[in-house]
């Protein structure tokens, strides 16, 4: 059986000032914008982002997930340089999901409009609807033998923290989708942007419900959990039904520019069934300016 090849993207921090305003840049943005142009800037950058595009069209996945930060301060411009990558890949239509990270709902502003999800709601259509704004979430994409199950972990702090949570109405939509019998046989996959198990010290940069999320898993249960946010291979597990481990993995950022183990990279899952999922991840080689299989492996 040839395997459903899934795609993994995320933080890839696409830098615009398209379209942006001085009104723009008050409250968090100000201390946002200073961040990026001394450092963010240099770490972060977009020829990286051009290269994955050439080698995703090259190896044509049968889907592609990006878990958010697809901006630095949530500006309109921003969004629109995402979305024109997107589109750039020629992707078939419904062929990429899109959800938001900590830095597309860095002000509340436009997290009350719905400002990203307006952008990307092409990348968001649930089979058997879903709501508007935060309320879509999760919502459940059928693909072959995957189901994609989309949660929202990003809230605007209102702070200079990262923090996420993902809140009790979609942690219990998170469980009736899991068990629905029209998931029945497919590997779920659950998509967020926050490590739903705590990586760094310090909760100014963690999801604060990761305890019932865990909570969650541990009843309904789930194949495979990805994420983003910590700019670095992560790999871990959490409990599901029985004990089982449900592996948990985290991607680097699509656009780091830092040492070989955490350069601009992006995972694939070669899925055959629920017990069969292949690890493979592709990183940016400095010397060739090319991407690159560095990692394959089966996840237990």
């Not at 000032?17 to 009104?23: D, I, K, P, S, T």
């Not at 860095?106 to 968001?124: K, L, T």
């Not at 291979?233 to 985290?250: C, L, N």
Request: with cysteine; aromatic share 6%; net charge neutral.
């Amino acid at each position: 059986m040839t395997p459903f090849r899934l795609a993994h993207v995320t933080d890839p921090h696409f830098r615009s000032f398209e379209g942006a305003r001085v009104g723009d840049f008050l409250g968090k943005r100000v201390v946002g914008t200073l961040n990026l142009m001394v450092n963010r800037r240099r770490s972060h950058k977009m020829d990286l982002l051009e290269a994955m595009g050439d080698d995703l069209r090259r190896e044509r996945p049968d889907h592609l997930a990006l878990t958010g930060d697809l901006s630095n301060v949530s500006l309109d411009g921003e969004w629109r340089a995402a979305r024109r990558w997107i589109e750039a890949l020629e992707a078939p239509e419904g062929t990429v999901t899109v959800i938001p990270g900590n830095h597309d709902a860095y002000v509340p502003d436009v997290v009350a409009r719905g400002a990203f999800e307006a952008m990307f709601g092409a990348y968001q259509t649930a089979d058997g609807g879903g709501g508007d704004g935060r309320a879509r979430y999760p919502f459940v994409r059928l693909r072959g033998p995957v189901a994609l199950i989309a949660l929202n972990s990003c809230v605007a702090t209102g702070d200079l923290g990262a923090w996420g949570e993902i809140g009790g109405a979609q942690l219990a939509a998170l469980e009736a989708a899991l068990t629905s019998p029209e998931l029945g046989g497919r590997v779920r996959v659950v998509l967020l942007h926050h490590p739903p198990v705590m990586q760094k010290g310090g909760e100014e940069r963690n999801l604060k419900d990761r305890a019932a999320l865990a909570a969650s898993l541990a009843r309904a249960g789930a194949d495979l959990v990805i994420h983003g946010h910590d700019h670095r291979d992560q790999r871990t597990s959490v409990a599901g039904p029985d004990g089982k481990p449900i592996p948990v993995i985290g991607a680097g950022s699509a656009s780091y520019v830092g040492r070989p183990e955490r350069r601009a990279r992006y995972n694939v899952y070669e899925v055959e069934g629920p017990d069969r999922i292949t690890l493979v991840t592709r990183a940016h080689d400095e010397a060739t300016g090319a991407f690159k299989e560095v990692r394959r492996e089966r996840l237990a």
